[in-house]
């Protein structure tokens, strides 16, 4: 570890130059921006259909309503924000609005210039460590480009919202909104890690979990205690019970708080955290030659691995019968494709 990798500022935390959002992004989350940026435009129309709003409408919406940090506005939140920039290595720092809202959220958005906003009741929830991490959280967004994504999202649920009289096109904009949202949760995972790399203390991002969950004083109650329901969730009940959990995190824009903390909990015991630590980690200079295959497999992996390990009973019925499955939807793929080298409008 190079002495200019150190913080100047105290703390003993280390800042990764070049640090690119490969080396934090949680594989699901990767592979899903692999797949949606490897259609040829598919930015291009992202900000197409986002043009009546842009970043502009977005930055004077905020400057208007809400209280943007600066050295004159909660100046200890406008260096913490430069902090976790520079521990990530991004330029230029985002700008950060403060927004009324006892609900505790945070999140980045706009196009080219993402902008960073929290709300009173985050500020109210927890310390200053715990800022340092919901901070670095969305900085990792804006990193990993989450916020283009996380724009269209938030447009879309309105869009849908307001054709509910049109079913066709409701529908149309359900599935697409549904698909976002799936991405989105994984999304939430990688701003985690991101927001692990800036605080450098699992105990910090832990009782920022517990205080999301309804903990009202995290440093009092038993964190270990907290993740078992995380472990007593994935594992108990049957197929029904596992039928239940998927309908409950449907509309879900985030994990659930027991299951996310447990996640990240186990990527700060692992290697690649420890490594990342060490300055081994992913360079952005060197994304341009990284091939997607790795991103792509990285992804099914990750998959893979929560099929065989989890202790949830519906992924256990869906191992059983995979080898069935996998059968016929390769017969099913062999008549899609002959369908389409025939034409559509030939019938078999």
């Not at 690119?20 to 490897?38: I, K």
């Not at 205080?211 to 007593?232: R, T």
Request: with cysteine; aromatic share 6%.
């Amino acid at each position: 570890m190079t002495q200019e990798s150190r913080w100047a500022l105290g703390g003993g935390r280390v800042r990764f130059p070049d640090l690119s959002s490969r080396a934090y992004e949680h594989p699901a989350d990767r592979g899903a921006l692999v797949a949606l940026r490897a259609i040829p435009g598919f930015d291009q129309v992202l900000r197409a259909i986002s043009g009546a709003i842009g970043d502009r409408s977005v930055r004077l919406f905020y400057l208007a309503s809400s209280v943007r940090v600066s050295p004159r506005q909660y100046p200890k939140i406008h260096q913490l924000v430069a902090e976790c920039a520079t521990t990530l290595d991004l330029q230029p720092v985002p700008e950060l609005y403060v927004q009324r809202d006892p609900r505790p959220n945070a999140m980045a958005v706009g196009l080219d210039r993402p902008v960073i906003v929290v709300t009173t009741g985050m500020l109210d929830l927890v310390d200053e460590d715990g800022l340092r991490f919901v901070v670095g959280h969305e900085v990792g967004h804006v990193l990993s480009g989450h916020a283009v994504y996380q724009t269209m999202l938030l447009q879309l649920i309105n869009i849908a919202t307001s054709l509910q009289w049109l079913p066709i096109g409701a529908w149309g904009l359900r599935a697409i909104v549904m698909g976002l949202g799936e991405w989105h949760r994984k999304a939430e995972l990688t701003g985690d890690r991101a927001g692990l790399l800036c605080c450098q203390d699992p105990q910090v991002a832990l009782r920022v979990h517990a205080s999301l969950a309804g903990a009202e004083n995290p440093d009092e109650m038993d964190v270990s205690g907290f993740l078992d329901q995380a472990s007593e969730y994935e594992s108990s009940g049957d197929v029904r019970d596992s039928l239940l959990k998927l309908l409950q995190i449907t509309g879900q824009t985030h994990p659930l708080a027991a299951l996310r903390a447990a996640e990240l909990q186990k990527w700060a015991a692992g290697d690649v955290y420890r490594a990342i630590l060490a300055g081994d980690y992913a360079r952005r200079s060197a994304d341009k030659d990284a091939p997607l295959s790795e991103d792509v497999k990285a992804a099914a992996n990750a998959y893979k691995q929560t099929f065989t390990t989890s202790a949830d009973p519906l992924f256990k019925v869906i191992g059983k019968v995979g080898s069935v499955a996998g059968g016929l939807g390769g017969m099913a793929a062999g008549r899609v494709r002959d369908w389409w080298q025939q034409g559509p409008g030939s019938t078999s």
